[in-house]
């Protein structure tokens, strides 16, 4: 595809179910960044991957995220036992480098996750 | 303090003005600026990045960057409707590992 893909699109989960979070990449980039972004404010970061290693897992609020990307090549952040203040716009972005500061990053339309 | 801040806004121009967007880090050992745009619903868009003191220009878009006082803007000349959208400023700090601190985003309306 010619960019950042993630599904679902949207995802209502009621409160302490679990969730998967789907990102593909575009092909052959090597960086893939997680975001958390919650209404009116600016995206946060998550997570980052190189290829398959996870490079920084700091940004993740608790253990109850996790993120994964086995192959390089697809992602999947999945959240146990979801609170309501998971409820956020979800953000997948990858990039053609590795690690560095003038790599541009390209977003996914994003997952808007409602947990009730 | 927060590591990147916006007034959120919203800033209203009318249509053909000068729009004008700042931006201010705390981090003052950053190297990579960038601004983004986001509509409504949408994921962000990258419009311009900076990474030298001065200014750059593409199109109507002007970015500019002054380390000292840790200040980034945006101008947008000739301002149009289209352009009414959140501006999100964002960061890669000294750590240079790539990721991106933002702000919490300007709302920019342009009135016909």
């Known amino acids: 595809g010619a960019g950042v893909s993630q599904s679902p699109r949207y995802k209502v989960a009621k409160r302490g179910q679990d969730v998967a979070l789907r990102c593909d990449p575009i092909?052959?980039?090597?960086?893939l960044f997680w975001y958390q972004q919650a209404l009116g404010q600016g995206p946060e970061f998550l997570t980052y991957?190189?290829?398959?290693?996870?490079?920084?897992k700091s940004g993740l609020p608790s253990d109850r995220f996790f993120a994964e990307r086995p192959e390089g090549s697809v992602s999947t952040l999945k959240i146990q036992r979801t609170q309501q203040e998971d409820s956020a716009v979800y953000l997948c972005?990858?990039?053609?480098?590795?690690?560095?500061?003038?790599?541009?990053?390209?977003f996914g339309p994003g997952t808007r996750l409602l947990v009730l | 303090q927060k590591e990147v801040e916006q007034n959120s806004g919203p800033l209203s121009v009318p249509e053909g003005a000068i729009a004008s967007l700042n931006c201010t880090y705390s981090?003052?050992?950053?190297?990579?600026f960038f601004w983004y745009r986001q509509y409504s619903g949408k994921s962000p868009e990258l419009i311009m990045s900076?990474?030298?003191?001065g200014d750059k220009e593409d199109g109507r878009f002007t970015a500019q960057l002054n380390k000292a006082s840790q200040y980034v803007s945006l101008l947008i000349r000739d301002s149009q409707p289209s352009d009414s959208a959140t501006y999100l400023c964002?960061?890669?700090?000294?750590?240079?590992?790539?990721?991106?601190?933002f702000g919490q985003g300007t709302t920019l309306q342009v009135k016909p």
């Open positions: 900076i990474y030298s003191n």
């Open positions: 964002a960061v890669v700090g000294s750590s240079n590992t790539g990721k991106l601190i």
């Open positions: 092909s052959g980039h090597v960086s």
């Open positions: 972005a990858s990039g053609l480098g590795p690690l560095g500061g003038r790599e541009t990053q390209y």
């Open positions: 991957f190189q290829n398959e290693a996870q490079l920084d």
């Open positions: 981090d003052r050992g950053s190297q990579s």
